[in-house]
């Protein structure tokens, strides 16, 4: 919490913006360090993944200092999303959310036809509560149970994003 000139206290800002540095990349690189090396064992390397040069990270802001993060990558109409992450001591307080509201909007604007995520099973409420939904059966990534969710896009909405992204996978 801060504190407002008048004593008063404020609910914590939360600002999230899309990365454009090096410095600003690092950052993202330190709490995908914290979280899914260090926190979760999910991976010993979170800094190499390919497909980071062609896809959009964003980073979130608690009162200017950097929370959480998380990235999108348009592969034509498919907009797939990846490492969203908010550092443990300021989770539930809407950080992870603002960066999956900010997502979204990028990816609209984007014109992709639906979002796609490989979710964590103890994330799948998180990710329900942004209107995606489940496909098909859970497996395991890193060690932990892992689910693909769907949200569609377009004004055929849940439906249509189970087509295209079927029809994509399909190659047809
Ligand atoms: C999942 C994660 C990103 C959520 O971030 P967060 O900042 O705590 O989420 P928010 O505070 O914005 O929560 C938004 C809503 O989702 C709910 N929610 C958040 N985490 C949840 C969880 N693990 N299970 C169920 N619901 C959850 C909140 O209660 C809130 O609901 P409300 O709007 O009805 O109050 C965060 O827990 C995290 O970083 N976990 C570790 C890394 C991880 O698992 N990432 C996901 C990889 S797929």
Known sequence: MTMATDGRHQPPRIVVQEISTRDEMEEV??????IFVHEQALTNDARFDPDDRRSIHFLAYLDDK????????????????AWVAVREPFRKHG???????????RARDEEADYVVLNAQSHALDFYR???FDTLGGQFRMGGIS???MLL????GGGDEAKRLFGASRLGI
Do not use: F, K, N, W
């Open 95 to 105: 950080v992870g959310q603002a960066v999956m509201t900010a997502i979204l909007e």
């Open 152 to 155: 569609g896009l377009t004004s």
């Open 66 to 81: 950097p929370v959480g993060t998380g990235r999108l990558t348009i592969l034509s109409r498919e907009a797939q999303v």
């Open 129 to 131: 509560g942004l209107g």
């Open 146 to 148: 892992h689910q693909v």
């Open 29 to 34: 690189y330190l709490i995908r360090d914290e």
